[in-house]
């Protein structure tokens, strides 16, 4: 007697997940109906759920090029070649480089951008000065409001706004003025904000060990709202979440409610 056997086809010409059932008859056996593809196991989440570990290792940043040759060389020649080169600007601009106005501008300019990306030439511990101190606290920290300016390093003009700094301490807390004082010294280089929160954020958590580090930057970009599309009033918000802060959604929540932002799941 022939037994009925259901067997699955597949069609090559449409999407696999598209399967035609079929019924056959079958005279002679039995045959096997054509394996199905085993479906991928799911991605394990748990680590990336999982906290890292506590407290945050403390890594020393790694010096970029610029710094090591602005603490090596002389800043008064470095003044002297500027205005040379911003003479040859106002000249290629069409500019009478000897009128009065302009008599001393290859020089003033020169000594802004010096001092605008001073924080080249500083290092961490010079900073913290030594302002790291031993404390039973373990409660979140928040400096709120730090007045930053710094230049866009694509144009080099200015993008100026506020940072808010949290952290909680493990064991040791930093004077708070050095919180400002490590954003200053990221801030007075060329820089894009991104990089800039990030490295706010890792010099803290690198100055103290703490469980956790958050930080928020707001910022008015005049590459955005002098030139191109000339989006006057807009203003960017980037933030950086290290430990504690990326893995526990209170801790977050938290962060962003005393910030005024909105809190981010």
Known sequence: MSQSQTS???DSSRPAKKLKATISKNDGGDAKAPAL??????????SSLSAPPLPLEQKKT?????????????????VCKIAGAVSTILDALGEDTGREGLQDTPRRMAKLLVDCTSGYAKRLEDVLNGAVFAEDYSQMVLVKDIQLYSLCEHHVVPFFGKCHIAYIPNG??????????????????????????TQIAEAVAEACGPCGVGVVVEATHMCMCMRGVQATGSSTVTSAL?????SDPRTRAEFFASVGRPPRL
């Not at 593809?37 to 748990?46: E, G, S």
């Not at 090596?72 to 470095?78: H, I, M, N, T, V």
């Not at 290290?242 to 990326?246: A, I, M, N, T, W």
């Open 172 to 197: 040791k807390v930093l004077g708070l003025s050095k919180l400002a004082r490590i954003a200053h010294m990221f801030a007075k280089r060329l820089q894009v904000q991104e990089r800039l929160t």
């Open 8 to 10: 699955v086809a597949t």
């Open 37 to 46: 593809p085993m479906p991928k196991p799911a991605r394990d989440r748990a």
């Open 62 to 78: 790694t010096e970029c090029a610029c710094a090591l040759k602005r603490r090596l060389g002389d800043d008064e020649a470095r």
């Open 242 to 246: 290290l430990g504690s802060f990326k």
